[in-house]
C-alpha cells in the first residue's frame, strides 16, 4: 500500500518554473515506479513522466521532453517534477501515481494522490 501527496502547486507566468513534489509513505516506495499526470479543465487525464524504482531511467510525454524532469529520492520518499518554460497550455491539476514497474505506472497506475494545482497565467 502507498499513499501518495503532493505539494508545490501555485500560479505561475507564462515562462515560469515550478517543482512539484510528491510524498509517499509505505514499505513499497522504493520499490516502486512512479510517474506524474495531469488534467485539464474539460480534458482526460494524460501521461507526463515516469521514473523507475531506482531513478535510473525516466520516460516522458513528447510535449513535456526538454521542460519536465522527474526525479525521485527514495531516502526521503519523495518524487519531484522540475516544471521550466511553463505555457498557459501547462495548466492543469497535477497527479502524483505509483505503480509495480514502468508499464504498469505509464498507463494504469494502481495508486493516485490527491492532486495538486498548476496554472499558468500568460
Known amino acids: 500500500q502507498v499513499q501518495l501527496v503532493e505539494s508545490g502547486g501555485g500560479l505561475v507566468q507564462a515562462g515560469g518554473s515550478l517543482r512539484l513534489s510528491c510524498a509517499a509513505s509505505g514499505r513499497t516506495f522504493s520499490t516502486s515506479a512512479m510517474g506524474w499526470f495531469r488534467q485539464a479543465p474539460g480534458k482526460e487525464r494524460e501521461f507526463v513522466a515516469a521514473i523507475t524504482y531506482s531513478g535510473g531511467s525516466t520516460y516522458y510525454a513528447d510535449s513535456m521532453k526538454g521542460r519536465f524532469t522527474i526525479s525521485r529520492d527514495n531516502a526521503k520518499n519523495t518524487v519531484y517534477l522540475q516544471m521550466n518554460s511553463l505555457k498557459p497550455e501547462d495548466t492543469a491539476v497535477y497527479y502524483c501515481?505509483?505503480?509495480?514497474?514502468?508499464?504498469?505506472?505509464?498507463?494504469?497506475?494502481?495508486?493516485w494522490g490527491q492532486g495538486t494545482q498548476v496554472t499558468v497565467s500568460s
Open positions: 501515481a505509483a505503480g509495480s514497474q514502468m508499464r504498469v505506472v505509464t498507463t494504469t497506475p494502481a495508486y
